[in-house]
């Protein structure tokens, strides 16, 4: 009999979460149409299907057709219809006839850009971004442009800008009198989605717009350098240099190691010579080199190669150039075709934005996304490519891929943390608790939840029935919504001290509720500890009182709970 109270419990337990899996009925189905799709069977001769067709137009006055002129083999009509016409018509006997009677759902474009010009970015096709777009498009991410200066024409009146700086002609207003930064930042980050012009890589990260070059397009390493350092003291995660030159200089290597060391990720064009070496500052160990691809993927002629050089991405030729939008000799506005190895860097730049959008922060770390992510060029000789050609999509999935194992290799160490925390308390009451089955099944619902079910991957199923089990009793409170910021309901002695009410006079329910609160105590002193996130209170030191003071009310409530046995 105790047994199966036991079992009751436990079950009890379960059934929310197997009720709402079990009667979902797929992602999918929430489709829209307007349309019925029927398939007739094959072993049905075709005159008893031209008569049922005949029948049903009649009967419900509308037009029934083949959908096609590629659908007389396959037998597959469509006719208008909603989700109670759909119900009818598969209640009223026609199934016999057809293999199946289904929705005719709506599907759209995915991330199908609106910019009137998008559709002569073969660059952006070529990396694949629209996949990319798919994962992360750079919210929160600041790209340092340093170039000639960035104006603001109309297409880049979307995107954000942080200030920059005009190291030039020493002011802050680091507009463009050249043309050049204009376009390498539109590569990086053109309004997109705005019904104008053409489009980004990373059209959601901002720009900071470093002047280093002059009108004619020249610049000194001590500008350049200064630049670096301002960049990165002043928060920017990427740098693109759309320059180079010959020659190497300690002062610019400082800088850019000084901004590898604050987590900037650092970009530069090979160079244009043709010349089997890449130029500065593109040859340093910490910055990432990159040569230029025709729009048959072939490396540029104009494109150097070979000894420093890291990747490659597009950097147009003299039939198909890069379009961005960028400002005239007069300085106004025009949408123009560059080409070089300045507008191959800003596509790896921009495609470094979306990888540090996805939560990769380290600078090393991005670097091997995109080489790794790379698509190899074999019988690559004399190093045109790097370690490959630049793979927008490829690079965001290995990106979200590292991120996954990286957050659940942590989540699981965790919560194996909370569970042997929550064991280690027991040492205080051991000589009164009876460490019986539901005691167990307390300590593990409150202090890691069933973790591994983080594993499970169901498809076309609600995510939150999963993260619910597989959650401890103080994080039930956001695993519904997956938010970040706990419920402090949830995340406290309240919960416990419920089913202690309850369940305190019930010889086997007593020790299912002492186990959940000394497990929901070892859950609250570990989170403690990890910058916890509470609603209301949000991080630091709020919520670590909070969090700290509820698990010695949990630790106090066993005691007591203990004392009254």
Not at 150 to 175: I, M, R, W
Not at 315 to 330: A, H, P, S, V, Y
Request: glycine share 10%; charged share 20%; proline share 3%.
């Amino acid at each position: 009999m105790r047994f199966l109270k036991r079992i009751g419990i436990v079950a009890l337990f379960f059934l929310g979460v197997s009720w709402a899996v079990c009667n979902f009925q797929g992602l999918a189905n929430k489709g829209e149409f307007d349309s019925i799709v029927l398939n007739f069977k094959q072993d049905i001769p075709i005159t008893e299907v031209e008569n049922k067709i005949s029948e049903l137009s009649q009967k419900y006055n509308q037009k029934i057709s083949l959908n096609s002129e590629f659908s007389k083999t396959e037998r597959i009509y469509i006719l208008k219809g909603n989700k109670q016409f759909l119900k009818q018509l598969k209640e009223s006997g026609l199934c016999d006839l057809t293999d199946y009677i289904e929705p005719n759902y709506r599907y759209h474009t995915l991330e199908a850009v609106n910019d009137p010009r998008y559709s002569e970015q073969w660059n952006l096709q070529n990396i694949n971004i629209e996949a990319a777009w798919r994962q992360a498009k750079g919210k929160g991410v600041t790209v340092a442009v340093i170039d000639t200066g960035v104006s603001h024409v109309p297409d880049l009146q979307k995107t954000e800008f942080v200030e920059g700086y005009d190291f030039v002609n020493n002011k802050k207003e680091a507009s463009d009198d050249h043309g050049h930064g204009t376009h390498v930042a539109g590569t990086v980050a053109q309004s997109t989605n705005n019904r104008y012009g053409v489009a980004g890589v990373a059209y959601q990260a901002k720009i900071m717009p470093l002047k280093v070059l002059s009108a004619a397009g020249f610049g000194t390493i001590s500008d350049i350098a200064e630049a670096i350092r301002f960049a990165a003291d002043n928060n920017a995660d990427i740098i693109n240099m759309s320059l180079g030159g010959g020659g190497a200089s300690q002062m610019m290597e400082d800088a850019i190691n000084y901004a590898h060391e604050k987590g900037v990720v650092i970009v530069a064009a090979a160079g244009n010579e043709g010349r089997s070496s890449a130029s500065y500052p593109s040859r340093y160990d910490k910055v990432i080199s990159v040569s230029a691809l025709n729009a048959n993927n072939e490396k540029a002629f104009y494109s150097n190669f070979g000894a420093g050089v890291d990747i490659s991405a597009p950097g147009g030729g003299e039939d198909k150039k890069i379009l961005q939008e960028t400002i005239d000799r007069n300085g106004q506005p025009t949408i123009a075709g560059f080409m070089g190895t300045s507008m191959a860097s800003p596509h790896v730049a921009g495609v470094a934005a979306l990888i540090r959008s996805a939560g990769v922060k380290e600078p090393e770390k991005i670097r091997k996304i995109l080489e790794d992510s790379a698509k190899e060029v074999e019988n690559d000789k004399l190093n045109y490519y790097g370690f490959g050609q630049l793979d927008a999509e490829a690079a965001l999935k290995l990106a979200k891929k590292g991120q996954f194992l990286l957050r659940l290799d942590h989540d699981l160490l965790m919560k194996l943390l909370m569970l042997a925390v929550a064991y280690i308390f027991t040492a205080w009451f051991s000589k009164s608790i009876r460490f019986t089955d539901l005691f167990h099944l307390g300590m593990v619902l409150g202090s890691s939840g069933f973790f591994l079910l983080k594993l499970v991957q169901i498809f076309d199923v609600p995510q939150w029935p999963l993260r619910l089990v597989s959650s401890p009793l103080g994080e039930w409170g956001n695993a519904i919504q997956g938010s970040i910021d706990m419920n402090p309901i949830f995340a406290s002695v309240l919960i416990p001290f419920c089913l202690m009410a309850l369940l305190l006079g019930n010889n086997d329910g007593k020790w299912f509720a002492v186990g959940t609160t000394i497990g929901m105590a070892g859950f609250l002193a570990v989170t403690t500890f990890t910058s916890p996130d509470l609603w209301l209170l949000s991080s630091g030191l709020g919520s670590q009182i909070f969090l700290g003071v509820n698990a010695l009310l949990c630790l106090g409530l066993v005691s007591l709970s203990l004392k009254e046995n």
